[in-house]
């Protein structure tokens, strides 16, 4: 394979002629190559984004990212999911989904939170677990033994994927998405992963990802999108969401209305600076912060309640989030979290900062 080859199937990319899925997987390959000049990977990002993706296409990236990935076998008992998004929603929403990840995990479901810094947004889950003190670089020895003994633990994206630094790089500087803004959560390197909640800011994406996850060993995957354009279930509008479980898919929609949750302005739940977003996200879990935000973490630590087969009923898992919440073991097992796998000096520092 070489440079001449990828620069043929990006001509034929352009030119909208048919590629079989074994040039289609030789090209994505080629991308991860030190041999190729970057501008040559820019050019065939830049085709492949000018034509489009298909589910097939989508399949066979997730397929070589998570082989080349440094993949991670924890032992666990029971469930172990994923709860991240695509990003992109532009909301200037706080950590929604990190909030609602660590209540999840205080139910006793096993969580390895996937995730990388804000690409679009104001602060993303690795900002947020940097900020209070975990240690993004920690070994993977150290993120199996957080799974394995606390039931949580965080995954940097950029230290199991190394392979994706160049095309970070060039993403970058092409200024515009590629599919590879959109792979990120369907890639998270345990192997074991029983189920995964992402969340979807574009709906649509949502035939592309349903049919390309649906053969993956994943035993239930839930994609959930608010009508307002956010990759989280929402307070603020009607949501969609899509269940991947034993090769078929249900969907049905999602009205915060007849969940008896108060329906809000997206300001409600915003927040204006990366402290606000931190200082919310811990609020949440501490079960501290105003009926908007903390309805918003119910409702999506309940689905994730759901991927975790602890209930299957959305107003059930609600009830059990604020439960969980009230009973104080989200911040117990956050901390554990932090003793476990970073600074808990200057956690407790963060805490006193914000008076939680």
């Known amino acids: 394979m070489s440079i001449e080859y990828l620069q043929l199937q990006t001509r034929k990319i352009l030119s909208k002629l048919n590629i079989d899925e074994n040039e289609f997987a030789n090209a994505i390959n080629l991308l991860f190559s030190d041999e190729i000049p970057e501008c040559t990977i820019a050019s065939f990002l830049t085709a492949l984004t000018y034509r489009g993706v298909n589910y097939n296409e989508l399949r066979i990236i997730r397929e070589i990212l998570i082989k080349q990935s440094l993949s991670i076998t924890p032992r666990v008992k029971g469930s172990l999911i994923d709860n991240c998004g695509t990003g992109g929603d532009l ?9 609602a990840s660590i209540i999840a995990s205080a139910s006793g479901i096993n969580v390895a939170k996937h995730g990388n810094r ?7 889950s690795a900002d947020f677990f940097e900020y209070i003190g ?5 070994s993977k020895k150290e993120v199996i033994d957080s799974i394995e003994s606390i039931g949580l633990s965080f995954l940097f994206a950029p230290n ?9 790089r060039i993403r970058k500087q092409l200024g515009f998405k590629t599919v590879f803004n959109i792979i990120g959560p369907l890639c998270n390197p345990c192997t074991n992963i029983t189920s995964q909640v ?11 990802i349903s049919n390309a996850m649906i053969t993956s060993n994943i035993k239930k995957i839930i994609l959930v999108h608010s009508l307002d354009g956010m990759d989280e279930l929402s307070n603020t509008a009607k949501n969609i969401v899509l269940t991947l479980k034993s090769g078929s898919i249900e969907r049905q929609e999602v009205d915060p209305k007849l969940l008896d949750l108060k329906v809000v302005k997206k300001q409600a739940i915003q927040v204006n600076s990366i402290e606000d977003s931190v200082k919310t996200t811990l609020q949440t879990i501490y079960g ?26 959305i107003n059930d898992g609600i009830k059990i989030a604020r439960d969980l919440v009230k009973s104080e073991l989200p911040r117990t097992k956050l901390r554990e979290l932090i003793s476990c796998c970073g600074n808990i000096e200057k956690f407790n520092l963060i805490e006193e900062k914000f008076s939680i």
């Open 288 to 313: 501290k912060s105003n009926e908007a935000k903390q309805d918003i973490v119910a409702l999506n630590t309940s689905i994730a309640l759901i991927a975790g087969e602890k209930t299957s009923d």
């Open 134 to 138: 975990f240690n993004l670089d920690i």
């Open 160 to 168: 199991f994927h190394p392979n994706l630094k160049k095309i970070s």
């Open 118 to 124: 804000s690409a679009s947004g104001m602060f993303g």
């Open 91 to 99: 909301s200037n929403s706080f950590n929604i989904s990190t909030a």
């Open 198 to 208: 992402i969340g979807i800011a574009d709906p649509k994406f949502f035939d592309l």
